[in-house]
């Protein structure tokens, strides 16, 4: 597996704080931050551990699954349209959705994914994940929405702190 990342900083005035994963055209994973992120995070663990998360992205190859989840849903709500004697322009509509129901109802699962080998990624690499998880207790809850892309705070930093335990790590 292509794990030699490429790292940009995207310094575009006005973007939030943010971080994402993804391909170049080449097929190598990079991983972006925005600027904000950069001057949001209180430390080199949270740092280290929003990395550690997207790298985790990556390996346990989640875009590739998302996009797969995505296809599924829209297939299956596009059936039942179909089904139910809705026109083309239904079944577009359906489709469409149906591909954001199921890329978001499955993401939670990938970002408690991600935070459990992130863990071990930034804690092996040296750093601290129970202090680096403390960047997403200051964000926002998501709380326990449905279609929330994101677990709650307090379940993420849970799992942080087992996983951490399960390897050992006491900080
Ligand atoms: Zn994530």
Redesign the pocket.
């Known amino acids: 597996m292509n794990c030699s990342f490429r790292i940009f900083i995207d310094t575009r005035p006005g973007a939030p704080p943010n971080a994402f994963q993804t391909l170049d055209n080449q097929g190598r994973p990079v991983i972006v931050f925005t600027q904000s992120m950069v001057q949001t995070a209180r430390n080199a663990d949270e740092l280290a551990f929003v990395m550690s998360?997207?790298a985790a992205?990556h390996i346990e190859g989640h875009l590739a699954r998302v996009n797969r989840d995505a296809a599924l849903g829209a297939i299956v709500l596009g059936q039942l349209v179909g089904l139910s004697g809705g026109g083309a322009s239904a079944v577009d509509a359906a489709t469409q959705l149906g591909g954001l129901v199921g890329s978001r109802t499955f993401s939670k699962d990938?970002?408690l994914e991600?935070d459990r080998l992130g863990t071990v990624i930034a804690a092996r690499a040296g750093y601290n994940p129970l202090v680096g998880v403390q960047f997403f207790e200051r964000i926002p809850d998501p709380g326990n929405q449905f279609l929330g892309t994101?677990p709650p705070n307090a379940q993420r930093s849970e799992l942080v702190r087992q996983t951490a335990r399960s390897i050992g790590f006491n900080g």
Do not use: L, R
Request: glycine share 0%; charged share 30%; aromatic share 14%.
């Open positions: 998360h997207e992205h990938y970002e991600a994101h």
